[in-house]
């Protein structure tokens, strides 16, 4: 059975995001990569389209056309090609030939990767593979967001394709990007544990937002255990395990930014938040000016985040979760909901490897898209 979602975006004028339409710098194109990249889909044929401004896009797989962005008006379409093997389609987007994917697991007890993803003619398609807590394929809502600069993004902007799960070294390639002209690196500290050091201007303590996402065919999954600033830039730390708990070698997505979003777009409602075991806002960062995160922690395992200052103005927009934990525990999206004069709150359920809710701290990001003209 094929489940199938499309819709054209909405369309506004907004004069605060025309700088955003500009041709792309040689700056941002990507350097050739020195290793075998990911398998990106073949093109059909067709040309891909000039870049012509942001190249983003993000969808909840439902297929709710209100939780749907794509930064070039293109046909949305998700179809399940088995159990848990999901093909996105994002058109209009075949321009992202390197970028970055993301996505999260809703509203159930497993996890989902980024499978695949690359230019199909003008289209963009990305695979996802979801499983279930014991590592067998399993159907599941996700939510996905894609992203390739090029131009300069606001505030700092960093994301690394981790193709290097057995070994030390840089990362480069159309997959990596770093808005501060600095390189990508990761350090293997033993079996499943991993450093990523994306360069930039020294800096101490945890700012910003981390996004993480495990790679690849296989249960489990993949969390951020912490993040923090040194000489070099920010350092993220990574841990991949087995749907046993077992650590695992694992490439996957990261993606850091501060004073942004996801996308790495300007104009956009956006807010970011670290929270706790406990609930508490430890770091945030909100587009509206004067706005705040807040958090509820209900009971074991459930937190209500509320997004003030971002009422629905364009669409439902798209929220991504990470756990941030050395323990082998996960986190997914529940709902999230909004109106046109209603703060969107989130929420957010964290679980053990047997489903058991666990009261585990975790990175949150939210974004809303429309499309520019």
């Not at 350090?187 to 910003?208: E, I, W």
């Not at 979760?321 to 709150?345: D, E, I, N, Q, R």
Request: proline content about 6%; charged content about 10%.
């Amino acid at each position: 059975m094929v489940k199938t979602a499309s819709r054209l975006a909405p369309v506004l004028l907004a004069a605060c995001c025309v700088a955003a339409l500009a041709a792309p710098s040689a700056w941002a194109a990507p350097s050739a990569p020195t290793v075998r990249p990911m398998v990106a889909r073949q093109p059909a044929g067709r040309p891909a389209p000039a870049i012509l401004g942001p190249l983003a896009g993000y969808l909840l797989s439902n297929g709710d056309l209100a939780d749907e962005y794509d930064s070039n008006g293109g046909t949305i379409g998700v179809a399940k090609i088995s159990t848990g093997n999901y093909l996105v389609t994002l058109g209009d987007l075949g321009a992202i030939t390197g970028g970055m994917v993301q996505a999260t697991a809703v509203n159930d007890n497993g996890t989902c990767a980024v499978d695949s993803w690359g230019p199909s003619g003008s289209d963009l398609e990305v695979g996802v593979l979801c499983y279930s807590l014991t590592g067998h394929p399993a159907n599941s809502l996700f939510d996905l967001i894609v992203t390739q600069p090029v131009m300069p993004p606001p505030g700092t902007f960093d994301y690394s394709w981790v193709y290097r799960d057995t070994s030390s070294g840089p990362l480069t390639g159309p997959y990596q990007y770093n808005s501060a002209h600095k390189s990508n690196s990761v350090r293997h500290l033993g079996t499943g544990r991993y450093q990523v050091t994306l360069g930039g201007p020294a800096s101490t303590g945890t700012t910003g937002t981390v996004k993480v996402s495990a790679y690849g065919a296989g249960g489990g999954d993949c969390a951020g255990s912490g993040w923090h600033g040194t000489k070099a830039g920010v350092t993220v730390d990574v841990t991949c395990y087995k749907a046993s708990g077992a650590p695992v070698n694992r490439q996957f997505d990261v993606t850091y930014t501060a004073r942004s979003n996801l996308m790495g777009l300007a104009g956009f409602p956006t807010a970011n938040a670290l929270i706790s075991a406990s609930g508490k806002v430890q770091t945030q960062f909100n587009s509206e000016h004067k706005a705040k995160v807040t958090a509820g922690h209900s009971k074991r395992g459930i937190y209500q985040v509320q997004f003030n200052g971002t009422t629905v103005q364009f669409s439902g927009g798209d929220v991504q979760v990470t756990p941030v934990t050395s323990s082998k525990f996960h986190c997914v999206v529940v709902k999230w909901v909004a109106g046109v004069h209603v703060k969107t709150v989130a929420t957010v359920r964290c679980f053990d490897g047997h489903g058991h809710p666990v009261n585990s701290a975790f990175a949150i990001q939210f974004v809303q898209g429309f499309v520019i003209v």
